[in-house]
């Protein structure tokens, strides 16, 4: 994150905004949705569940509605292990976007790899719709699954294939 934070191209598109000295958890997120998060009176909340999404963790909203739910669902049913049956089904959503976000990473470690982050931070200089999708994967706002669907549509896949494909022979092919 500090590489990240400190690293020109995405400096300059913080406008100016302080990133010395920001307080963000060094270790280790979840990588999956967590088996086993109810049982009898007992339900896990928050990180434990696993349902964190890669880049922007969103640890403590997930806190906050894992907790709410729990509740919810201990008041409405009961604390038995078949009361508390309905708890994960809420998050069923969030699971169904782990794929979605494994595949985002995947291509972005790529991109980090082959050099080609900085191909995508100069086009989201001039490029507003590029710039509002990659505000979403750091936001945590939608989807990967719809931030997948908006980067491989016909505009912004071709523009970005253009971009990649030019700039990999240098990156590959370099004496």
Partial sequence: MDKFLEYA????LLDG????GIDYYKGKYPIRPALGIIGDRFAAAGDATGLIRPYKGKGINVALQTGARAAEVMVRNGVSASDLAAYPTAFDHLR???LYGRLFRMLVILSIK???VEQVISMAHSDTHLRNILFKVVSGEGTYRD???????PGEFSKLGYRFFRHLPDRVFRT
């Fill in 9 to 12: 191209p995405a400096h300059s």
């Fill in 17 to 20: 905004l302080p990133v010395a």
């Fill in 96 to 98: 169904a976007d782990f």
């Fill in 114 to 116: 082959t050099g080609f």
């Fill in 147 to 153: 931030v997948i669907r908006e980067l491989s549509g």
